[in-house]
């Protein structure tokens, strides 16, 4: 295991140790008192709301070995009864943070796999972990942990790993060019540009320009992209002379065998291999693709690839699908929506087998100017998929209702009111999909049902 010791940490923050063995090793840090175990290092973030370093003696008496505090005054009294503690003050402890996370990955020479993309980054991140894992003791991002405080966070979880795969979301412009300059990725994956945060960046040539700064913590670019979406692919074929560039697409997948719960397909990897998805819908197979694209690049060998397919796990809220007790069927993919997951989520209800399919939908955010076109064509996806029932909540899912006027439709002014209804109406054999963006909280819903 690779050593980070309280002097390592005092030099590349730039800090100061006010009490405390400069030789001991931080083994691991927490940036919470309520969860942090014995023997931990204490960040104390700042944020917006609340200042994490007036915490440092709560989380010391929570069992902290040390802490990493800013702002505060440490008396006299302090150090001495702290003096078997380790202490450190810095000026910026989120900058810190970023710092001692970068000082530790400049330890690990290691494949480490970075994953964004508009949608699908978790799932796919989820099933390249599962392949790599069968080769490599391998780290990865835990739920969507992916931005500027959960991927570095992530990387100081490295220990004995031989491999890591790090998700890294987005909201603007740089946010990607941090995250790329702490993991220094070895092989980058771009799932696809879709619509994602348009209302904060403009336009999809401009969410592609944001997700291309992953290459900018690369040493030497080598990236895997789907080929299969019209930005990436326009910018494969500019670019495919001076970058190394992996395109995968559902092309090389023949014979796919789509069920409601699972999938699959032949491909050549090494040789023509059958690949079983534990996971059904078209996009699953997608991100297979992805994933025996950086087994290859790996050279992991076929049968270990179509194990780790086979065996991996959906984080959770995302196509969870559970039998409830009244014989309806649930897909909670309450995690979050864009109208290219919305689309595909719909999709993926129709072809479900069921008596009755019921989509329970609700906003899409960050969509700025965008907003009310992108929830009219998830309400035309409804209408082409001929669902039987829709509910919508949302102050935009109005134009999802406006577009099926035809059906039997309920708009509803909260989750209380969704769930009153889906009591009233589900019955056994019904099928039915929940999906919105998270802050509509619509997993509340699907944990009550």
Known sequence: MKEVKVKDIVRVTKGKLI????????????????????GDMYIGLKGEKFDGSKFWEQAIENGAEGVIIEGQEITQENKEKYSNKIIIEVEDTLEALYEIAKYKRSLYDIPVIAVTGSVGKTSTKDIIASVVSTQYKTLKTEGNNNNNIGLPLTILKLKDHEAAVIEMGMNHFGEISLLTSI???????????????????????????????ILEGMDKPKIIINDDNDLLHKWYLENKEKIEIYPYSIKNAKDIKLKEESSTFKTVIQKETQIAVPVGGEHFVYNAL???????????????????????????????????????TLINDSYNASYESMKASIEYLAKYPGKRKIAVLGDMFELGKYSIELHEKVGKEVAKNN??????SGE???????????????????????LNKLQQILSDGDV????????MKFYEICQKL
Not at 23 to 35: A, G, Q, V
Not at 183 to 188: C, M, R
Not at 192 to 212: Q, W
Not at 387 to 392: A, E, N, Q, V
């Open 19 to 38: 009490c405390g063995n400069e030789e001991k090793i931080c083994n691991n840090f927490s940036k919470d008192t309520r969860t942090i175990q014995k």
């Open 387 to 392: 669902i039987d029932i829709l509910i919508c």
């Open 432 to 439: 039915v999909l929940v999906k919105a963006s998270n802050g």
């Open 290 to 328: 992805c994933a025996i694209e950086v087994g290859k690049i790996l050279n992991i060998p076929d049968e270990k690839i179509q194990k780790g397919i086979a065996g991996f796990e959906l984080t959770k809220k995302r196509m969870d699908i559970r039998k409830l007790k009244n014989g309806a």
């Open 183 to 213: 993991a220094k990725p070895t092989l980058s994956v771009i799932t696809n540009i879709g619509t994602s945060h348009i209302g904060n960046l403009g336009s999809r040539e401009n969410i592609l320009k944001a997700k291309l700064e």
């Open 396 to 418: 935009n899912a109005k134009y999802i209702i406006n577009e099926n006027k035809q059906i039997e439709n309920y708009y509803l002014e909260n989750n209380e009111e969704i």
